[in-house]
């Protein structure tokens, strides 16, 4: 069975030394021949202008596709429209295109009052431009904010409709999530590319930290696994494990394509696409 296709997400250094790790993670990623890299903005657009510089730096340094985060939160359509036309004006023609989180730790989200009002109508105009190539995201476990899957994947249909050319969801911990996620899609018409988010846990409180927020299911299984292997001090030996198998498993079952958040830490991200099978095919140069 060949090997899937992988892209990579990253986020915006905030410090040179952030800076650093983020070009040593690049040099890492970058043989393994990814379709693109995506840059993060982060949360209320608080790192958009942190975005857009790493996005035209990583794209010039590593010849390689970047796909920029851009998001509705905290700016006007017009100024949500420059900042996309600055990324195709730098050779940036892949976007990811989110609602975003609410700014300075808002409840819920309230759209600025000249901005986009959702997601669709971001879509709509980023695919209107004729520039770009757009992905957005999809939530294979119920959205925070969604009241049913249904809602979730009618709302996903929406964005397709409007222009989206691809999906990329949320990270989740058993292959089941996303293969029963695939199916409703496509029983509700949904047939653009849906390519699952893969999380490797660096880190096993944080990642669960993080699941919790974002709405992702905890297996009791995994917590379980994670408490033993901490204790034995074989965390990384069963994080690469299990994010391996999980891996496998989707391939398995005809996934073509495997996104992997990063978090900006390249060892287990290249070692489970190692457990997979894919090898460097060429080499990054003048990244600094």
Known sequence: MPSPAISFEVFPPRSVGAAFTLWDTAQTLAPLAPRFFSVTYGAGGSTRDLTQDAAHVLHRTSGLPVAAHLTCVDASKAETMAIAQGYADAGVTEIVALRGDPADGAKSFTPHPDGFKDSCELIAAIAETGKFNIRVGAYPELHPEATCQRTSIEWLKRKFDVGADEAITQFFFEAETFLR??????????????TPGILPIVNWKSARGFAQRCG????????????????????????????????????????????????????????????????PQTTLQDVA
């Open 216 to 279: 992702a299911i905890v297996p009791a299984w995994l917590d379980q696994c994670f408490d033993a292997a901490i204790r034995d001090d074989r965390h990384d030996l069963l994080a690469t494990a299990l994010c391996a198998e999980l891996c496998s498993d989707l391939v398995d079952e005809g996934v073509e394509a495997l996104h992997f958040y990063t978090l900006n830490r390249a060892e287990l991200t290249r070692d489970v696409c190692r457990a997979l099978g894919i090898t």
């Open 181 to 194: 996620f695939r199916d409703a899609c496509a029983a509700a018409g949904i047939d653009k590319p849906i």
